[in-house]
């Protein structure tokens, strides 16, 4: 099992705070059900998955390693992240970009304006592709659109996320 906390929070109001949690809430029910696992296990076609098979992926993603440690079933992992909203540049008002995260750093950041307009489930597939996929997984992509991008393991894990919000409550546990 895997909990998300977030260790410093800026820029977060008291309404914004309980949006973040809801968000997180529900990526934990969903990275942690059996739903998410086997979505995992059956993907096809990751790219930037670093040879690693699909189980190896699952487990990096829930432990952090392609093996889990012994006893890890008894004691959930926690990954704990730095989370801060930001203005978005007026140069940058027509991109798509919710946010990002800074490599080799648990420093999360999203857009205000974008975090603004997510529902929590929209927000939640958003932090799978930052926290799961790229903190808690430590997997990369390419920096341009497209297919190999698409199919790197951050996007196709925002991808389960958000199809799997779609279905909530998921009832089951991995």
Known sequence: MVRFQ????????ASRGARLREALDILERIVNS???????LE????????GLTNEQ??????????????????????????????QRPIWKKLSSVRGW???????????VDAFDSMSPSELASHL???VVGHLAGEFDHPSRKGPERDASVPYAIDDFIEELAEKLPLDEAA
């Not at 993907?43 to 670093?50: D, G, I, L, P, V």
């Not at 487990?59 to 926690?78: E, S």
Request: hydrophobic share 40%.
């Open 6 to 13: 977030v260790k410093r929070q800026v820029n977060i109001d």
């Open 34 to 40: 059996q739903s998410f696992r086997i979505r995992v």
């Open 43 to 50: 993907h096809s076609a990751y790219t930037w998955n670093e």
């Open 57 to 86: 992926i699952l487990n990096r993603l829930i432990w952090g390693q392609p093996t889990p440690p012994l006893g890890a079933l008894a004691v959930p992992r926690l990954v704990f992240f730095d989370y801060e909203l930001v």
């Open 101 to 111: 995260r800074i490599p080799e750093t648990n420093d999360v950041y999203t857009y």
């Open 128 to 130: 799978g592709h930052e």
